[in-house]
């Protein structure tokens, strides 16, 4: 039997907080870590919104997990909580995921854009603690604050989880919540990249159709994507960053006719070809991509330490041909 879980409510479109804020709860208590949020007013004017309608709200302001964390396990023990609401960041998402895991108190999901970014705290993997908030929070107006660097790094690395559900996923459901977010990430990603405004929501929208589909992978054990993106974590990359740089090079390995689909659902498939050929011309399609974002070919490219990679490589499972191809870069795309 599979199972799929989901958010209780998925809140989109124009006053998308105001709705949420009618949601009857007594008692929240908003997490962040500041930042964007903090910066542009956004979290002030989400309090302020909230506090309309809820009679106790209590916000928490950290600059890093352990900060937010004592503070918040403070204020769960001594009041009774309906939701902690993250407000802000992918890793700030999953920090109110991993409290909510261990309080037992559910969590709302308010990104400004991402809203994962398979963080490793110390305390837990992300593989243990992933979980669907309750409710999702998607206003379209957060995203006229986003930076070019965010849209390369947070979209693509949310492509990946998108394409390692495809590879991993064994439910027909999630495969196509998965396809979706997948094929529409790759037609909006660049034109969201130089700050076209419907591109920017639809990505949005799309960022969270591929991460839905990874929180409901049946497991992580299974994934490709979580293995080198947390091997490559150990040399200090984030997950994140790690998962928008070496995707082109694992669906290069991989060569799946799974992903002749999206290639028909990006428009890459020609009638009468052999599905390698329109699986060759996805890895072309998606490195294109990676380049006009400008994000680096390889890891060696932020992390050229070579030393202490080829170190971790000899206390590791995984394969080393994909961890030197995805540290390394790969050329297969140059032809004469």
Excluded at 161 to 190: H, K, Q, R
Excluded at 272 to 289: C, I, K
Aim: charged fraction near 20%; aromatic fraction near 10%; glycine fraction near 6%.
């Amino acid at each position: 039997m599979s199972e799929i879980y989901l958010p209780q409510r998925i809140i989109f479109g124009d006053e998308s907080v105001k709705a949420f804020a009618q949601s009857g709860f007594e008692s929240i208590l908003i997490i962040s870590n500041g930042g964007l949020p903090e910066k542009q007013g956004i979290l002030k004017e989400f309090e302020q919104t909230l506090r309309e309608k809820i009679p106790n709200v209590e916000c928490i302001v950290g600059q890093s997990f352990g900060e937010i964390r004592d503070g918040a396990i403070k204020h769960i023990s001594s009041c009774d909580i309906d939701r902690i609401i993250a407000v802000g960041s992918a890793e700030l998402i999953d920090s109110a995921m991993l409290l909510s895991y261990q309080s037992g108190v559910d969590f709302a999901a308010v990104p400004y854009f991402s809203s994962c970014s398979m963080t490793d705290f110390d305390e837990a993997r992300y593989r243990t603690y992933r979980k669907s908030p309750s409710e999702t929070v998607l206003e379209p107006e957060f995203t006229k604050y986003i930076d070019s660097g965010a849209v390369a790094y947070d979209a693509f690395s949310c492509f990946g989880y998108a394409v390692d559900a495809m590879i991993s996923c064994e439910n027909s459901v999630i495969f196509s919540l998965a396809l979706t977010g997948a094929s529409e990430i790759l037609n909006n990603i660049v034109g969201a990249y130089r700050g076209n405004c419907k591109s920017l929501q639809k990505l949005q929208y799309s960022m969270y159709c591929a991460v839905l589909a990874h929180r409901n992978m049946l497991s992580l054990n299974d994934s490709i994507l979580d293995d080198v993106t947390g091997f490559f974590a150990q040399l200090g990359i984030s997950k994140q960053t790690a998962a928008a740089i070496c995707i082109p090079e694992l669906i290069d390995l991989y060569k799946s006719d799974i992903f002749v689909e999206l290639c028909r659902a990006v428009g890459l498939c020609r009638s009468g070809e052999a599905p390698s050929d329109s699986v060759e011309r996805l890895t072309n399609r998606v490195r294109s991509v990676q380049a006009a974002l400008n994000i680096p070919r390889c890891i060696a490219a932020i992390r050229p330490e070579r030393d202490i990679y080829k170190a971790f490589c000899e206390n590791t499972h995984i394969s080393r041909d994909i961890l030197d191809v995805c540290y390394n870069g790969s050329f297969n795309f140059m032809k004469l």
